[in-house]
């Protein structure tokens, strides 16, 4: 099979940190995290950083890539307004990918992301082997009570750092996921931090 080496120039600013990356093939050849703060206004600057670190002109890009959501509908546009247009201008393919799966690629399942939505709500995913639901939307009280095919959400006492997603805890019988919470978002800073059981038949 031939070695993929095509480039692509993504831009991540669904939700915070933002990226924009420069890769080719499986290799990312420069990256940058840009501010949730007036993260429009520096995408095009920091995409333009990484090209010329990755000594790469735009035109040598075979594809663009956003993130489609969930997440801020601001940062998604500040993402897919510039790949839409180099890809139109370029006549080149433009790409995206869903959050959720982003966050969760390459992580042991099953896993739950959680993106936030607006104050006291987020977007809801769980992945297992062989299937993940429809983000959701759902609030900081109900992640108590919520019921995600077969498990269900436990909330812990004390808050603790996290990186907004769901990571394994434990190797138990009962998969322990535990939400960190290292955003500047107030929203996160408010919520306790949840817990994932897998539910007894």
């Known amino acids: 099979m031939a070695e993929n080496n095509k480039v692509v120039l993504g831009i991540l600013s669904a939700c915070s940190p933002q990226y924009v990356f420069v890769g ?3 290799k990312v050849l420069s ?3 840009i501010s ?3 993260g429009g206004n520096k995408t095009l600057p920091a995409a333009a950083s990484c090209l010329e670190k990755a000594k790469i002109t735009v035109q040598d890009v075979d594809f663009f890539l956003a993130l489609s959501g969930p997440g801020s509908l ?3 546009r500040t993402g897919l307004s510039p790949i839409r247009a180099w890809g139109y201008a370029l006549n080149k393919p433009v790409m995206t990918l869903p959050t959720c799966d982003v966050m969760t690629h390459g ?4 896993v739950v992301a959680i993106v936030p939505s607006r104050t006291n709500e987020y977007w809801v995913q769980t992945f297992t082997d062989n299937m993940s639901e429809v983000p959701m939307i759902v ?3 109900s992640l108590n009570t919520y019921d995600i095919k077969g498990y269900t959400w436990v909330s812990c ?3 603790s750092p996290t990186n907004a997603s769901f990571v394994l805890s434990s190797p138990k019988p009962l998969q322990a996921l535990e939400l960190s919470m290292e955003t500047q978002a107030q929203s996160w800073m408010r919520a306790l931090p949840k817990y994932l059981f897998e539910m007894e038949a």
């Not at 992580?107 to 099953?110: H, K, S, V």
């Open 24 to 26: 080719k093939g499986k």
């Open 31 to 33: 990256s940058l995290e």
């Open 36 to 38: 949730y703060s007036n």
């Open 74 to 76: 601001t940062g998604i």
């Open 107 to 110: 992580m042991i399942r099953p």
């Open 139 to 141: 609030d900081v009280n």
């Open 157 to 159: 006492k004390e808050l």
